[in-house]
């Protein structure tokens, strides 16, 4: 008797057994590892690729001589400055006109809206996001309306020609010429002037540096030449004292 | 001797031996079974270490590449900001309408005819609105011809006459507009891309 249960046991009951164990094996051992080893494996591609972008990017800083690229973006922040520095802006525009022969009979700035008449309608998504571009163009550019007088009118050719290669970048939107009856002319000029902040966003150390190509190179030889109105230095007042003029 | 003498009948026998041979199958079968599993699992855990050493030896090796990065960070935002500032600078240049030698056209044409600007509205988009005044039909004529000249082909186009009024004892006066199409401050400087 108790060899036909052990022989039943031995033959039967441990391979069903074993069959079992298999089984059970690979939906809660197996699977969960393959998919463990998927997932590690993702990881470490893309470790690895960020690893060869970064290390590339050692490369090319390697290269890069940092006086001349210092002294070319010196050069360059007199065309875009990062800010918007309007008194050199208003002398360096005043001193053009005066070089024309045209006077300055006023001058309308607006640096930028902090909230824009779009921001208060914030209603819709669509309003918000719109508010959101206009402040970002507003902080990109500074917009001037500007009023000047002469008896010539080929004066003003003399400005627009100037007003082309000045270092710091000037942009006429549009004239409004006006005779009156002594034969004075009134121009009316709307004019930009870009501003560029440094931007970064996402992976700085990883993310690729921009090629400085012979296209960039060309743009900088062609504005080289251009000439600098704005290179006014004006002292700045204390803050915080009772009297700034001592 | 009668532990030698085999008492069981042949069939009985026969059935014995078949099934011992069937269990010593099926057992050899679940043990290799067993065996084969094992070997998979210890080779899925054997790659998952390998792919965590890889994982640390990579780790170690960004981490020291970020450091180096790091410490040339004001190269990274040089290069960046003069890159950004070139490439604003080329596309402001680009979009600009040039007012210069637009207006001259005008004021030659104006001056060279006789005629006198009155008033003017000059867009970026190109589009030129010119009202003067003109004492004789001559002086119109030849403001008409010198704007239709062939020369000026490639700097205006769409010449088209708005107002023309004669009021008695008065000179004529007339609006015209027209697009003016040269664009582009900058030249040369988009040729060529190749990488310094």
Redesign the interface.
């Known amino acids: 008797m108790d060899k036909v249960n052990t ?1 039943v046991l ?2 039967y009951i ?2 069903l057994l ?2 079992l ?2 089984l059970l ?1 690979v939906p809660f ?2 699977l969960p ?2 998919q ?2 998927r997932d ?2 993702l ?2 591609r893309s ?2 690729e ?2 060869d972008s ?2 590339s ?2 490369e090319i ?1 390697g290269s ?1 001589d ?1 006086e001349k ?2 002294s ?2 010196l050069e ?2 007199k ?2 400055p ?1 800010s918007k520095e309007l008194a050199s802006l208003v002398v360096g525009v005043r001193s053009l006109a005066a070089k024309s022969g045209l006077s300055v009979a006023a001058m309308e700035l607006s640096p930028g809206k902090v909230a824009t008449s779009g921001a208060t309608l914030l209603s819709s998504k669509k309003a918000k996001a719109f508010a959101v571009r206009e402040k970002k163009e507003d902080s990109e550019k500074i917009t001037f309306d500007l009023t000047l007088k002469s008896k010539k ?2 004066d ?2 003399k400005f ?2 100037d ?2 290669k000045t270092k710091r ?1 000037f ?9 009156d009856e002594k034969g004075v ?1 009134t121009y009316v000029l709307e004019i930009i002037a ?1 501003v ?1 902040e ?1 931007r ?1 966003s996402g992976d ?2 990883a993310s690729p ?15 080289a030449d251009f000439i600098n109105f704005t290179n006014v230095t004006f002292q700045k007042a204390k803050t915080g004292v009772k009297d700034p003029f001592k | 001797m009668a532990k030698d003498i085999d008492l069981m009948p042949r069939e009985a026998a026969k059935k014995e031996r078949t099934r011992g041979s069937v269990n010593k199958t099926v057992n050899i079968t679940a043990v290799v079974s067993l065996l084969v599993v094992a070997a998979v699992l210890a080779a899925l855990f054997g790659y998952q270490l390998f792919l965590a050493s890889s994982a640390q030896r990579i780790d170690s090796q960004t981490k020291d590449s970020q450091e180096q990065v790091i410490a040339q960070s004001a190269k990274d935002i040089t290069r960046r900001a003069l890159v950004e500032k070139l490439d604003d600078t080329k596309e402001f240049l680009n979009s600009r309408l040039l007012f210069a030698g637009s207006y001259k056209i005008v004021l030659d044409i104006l001056n060279k005819s006789g005629a006198t600007l009155t008033e003017g509205k000059l867009k970026n988009d190109g589009i030129f609105t010119i009202s003067a005044d003109a004492k004789t039909t001559k002086i119109l004529n030849k403001v008409v011809n010198a704007l239709n000249d062939e020369k000026l082909k490639e700097d205006l186009k769409n010449i088209k006459l708005i107002t023309l009024t004669k009021i008695p004892n008065e000179p004529y006066k007339f609006t015209v507009e027209y697009k003016a199409l040269k664009r582009g401050l900058l030249e040369k400087a988009s040729e060529g891309e190749g990488e310094k």
């Open positions: 022989s031995r033959l441990v391979p074993v069959v164990v298999i094996l051992v197996l590892q393959l463990t080893i590690k494996n990881e470490v470790g690895q960020r690893l970064i290390n990017k050692l800083l890069i940092e690229e210092s070319k973006l360059m922040e065309l875009v990062s009118v080929s003003l050719q627009l020609t007003i082309q970048l942009g006429v939107e549009t004239i409004e010429i006006e005779r002319y870009p560029r440094l970064s700085v150390v540096l921009p090629a400085f190509t012979d296209s960039h190179q060309s743009v900088f030889d062609f504005v």
